[in-house]
């Protein structure tokens, strides 16, 4: 019993330790060797949780669905509705977000780049589109259809046999300088979330302030932070939108309405004399 005692009172700190390195580092397993009284070395294993334990979640506290397990990049547990429990969707919806992220990240730095470079002299970001351009737009558009039509339909039919996105052509995915890595993968992720949330502030802006870019509203902002911000812009937004015809056709039938009802009154008042 003594010795089995000392044998406990050894191991103890062998396996404090083990578990503070379970908690810290949050692996499958931990194994730490111990040795006995009697000079052997015994492996003690301790279990710990699954890969999911230690990763960011989009809401503290919460736990992920089963077919979020952490092994996408960006993974961060948020499926709500479920919409990716089918593996075969899962894998295309994660390829959807890449790309609309990618449109987003090239339409923001368009945005703030044309605008910091004075590209949008004579109309805002919004409106350049509709500017005339030295090419016609019907060639314009009929060039862009078949080249992006090709290009999308390459990188469609690469993704479907290769499952790997970002091709060009042939080659999947497109890497000439050979600068992908997990940690890349990772940074593209969250600076396509970033962007896609990006691009629907500045649309939300541009309703709120027409004819002023993102980067002045940020300026606007800086200069006078009480004055200029969300709440004040939200609260202000029906002074800048087009009236759509709804309120003059509300303000006629009222104006009518009144009407037929003085001269209700008039006839009543005739009547009753």
Not at 8 to 36: F, K, Q, T
Not at 194 to 204: D, R, S
Request: with cysteine; proline share 5%.
């Amino acid at each position: 019993r003594e010795r089995e005692r000392e044998r406990e009172r050894e191991m103890a700190p062998m396996m404090s330790a083990a578990l503070l390195n379970r908690n810290a580092v949050g692996h499958s397993s931990v194994s730490s060797l111990c040795v006995s009284s009697r000079g052997e070395r015994r492996a003690v294993v301790t279990r710990a949780g699954s890969v999911q334990e230690g990763r960011p979640m989009w809401l503290p506290g919460v736990s992920s669905p089963p077919h979020l397990d952490g092994s996408m990049q960006g993974d961060s547990g948020f499926d709500p509705l479920g919409l990716g429990a089918n593996p075969d969707r899962l894998k295309w919806y994660q390829e959807a977000e890449l790309m609309n992220g990618r449109f987003a990240m090239i339409g923001a730095l368009g945005i703030m780049g044309g605008e910091v470079l004075g590209a949008y002299k004579d109309v805002t970001w919004y409106e350049a589109g509709a500017k005339g351009y030295d090419i016609p737009i019907l060639p314009l558009v009929a060039v862009q259809a078949v080249v992006m039509g090709f290009l999308e339909t390459k990188r469609y039919q690469g993704f479907k046999n290769t499952g790997l996105s970002g091709g060009l052509i042939d080659d999947q995915p497109f890497d000439p300088a050979k600068l992908l890595t997990e940690k890349s993968k990772l940074q593209e992720v969250k600076n396509a979330r970033l962007a896609m949330v990006a691009m629907f502030g500045f649309a939300g802006q541009a309703a709120c302030t027409p004819g002023v870019g993102p980067i002045q509203n940020l300026t606007d902002h800086l200069a006078n932070p009480f004055g200029c911000n969300i709440i004040t812009n939200v609260l202000t937004i029906q002074d800048h939108l087009a009236d759509p015809g709804f309120a003059k056709g509300v303000a006629a039938v009222a104006e009518a309405a009144a009407e037929a009802a003085a001269e209700a009154g008039a006839v009543v008042e005739a009547a009753a004399q």
